[in-house]
């Protein structure tokens, strides 16, 4: 985990819990956060020639999944939602309202001794992402961002006859 108070690009939607994403596409739930990130992914792959595990297409639905709808629960809301495909993998970064980095942020991958509802989204990430980083935004807000490792797919079987 990395912490800073560096500043980060912010693309801001019309509320508290609204985002714009490149190419005018609104980003309102965790959903459709999943469904932008790869769509993304898949295209620029797709224009590589390659295409992308299916695992850690999983991998990245749930770390997008667990960012968001922290933002959204914890954070004031979705202030900004940024995908973006490196030669490692996918880098998230997840913009909310809130000047407060989460604790579990700060500890890194551990689970909860105790169960009480929550808790295990921190450690998900940090086990499924390969870097990630906590920084407030000057304007107000934090980042958390996150680099999703990708593999290509495996060339299927040839087919025997």
């Known amino acids: 985990m990395h912490l800073t108070d560096g500043t980060a690009p912010l693309r801001a939607g019309g509320g508290p819990r609204d985002a ?3 190419g005018g596409a609104r980003v309102t739930t965790a959903a459709a956060a999943r469904a932008h990130a790869e769509t993304t992914v898949r295209a620029h792959r797709a224009s590589e020639g390659r295409t ?3 695992r850690d297409m999983i991998d990245l639905s749930l770390v997008v999944s667990e960012l968001v709808t922290n933002a959204i629960r914890h954070g004031g809301g979705l202030a ?3 995908v973006l495909t490196t030669r490692d993998g996918v880098r998230i970064a997840v913009h909310d309202h809130s000047d407060v980095i989460p604790e579990a942020a700060l500890g890194g ?3 909860p001794r105790t169960h009480h509802g929550s808790g295990y989204g921190w450690p998900l990430v940090s086990r499924l992402a390969r870097e ?3 920084r407030r935004r000057p304007g107000g807000g934090k980042t958390i961002a996150a680099l999703v490792p990708l593999r290509d797919a495996p060339a299927p079987a040839a087919e025997e006859h």
């Open 20 to 22: 714009w994403v490149p």
């Open 52 to 54: 992308p595990h299916p």
């Open 80 to 82: 900004g939602f940024d």
């Open 109 to 111: 991958a551990d689970l």
């Open 132 to 134: 990630t980083e906590a």
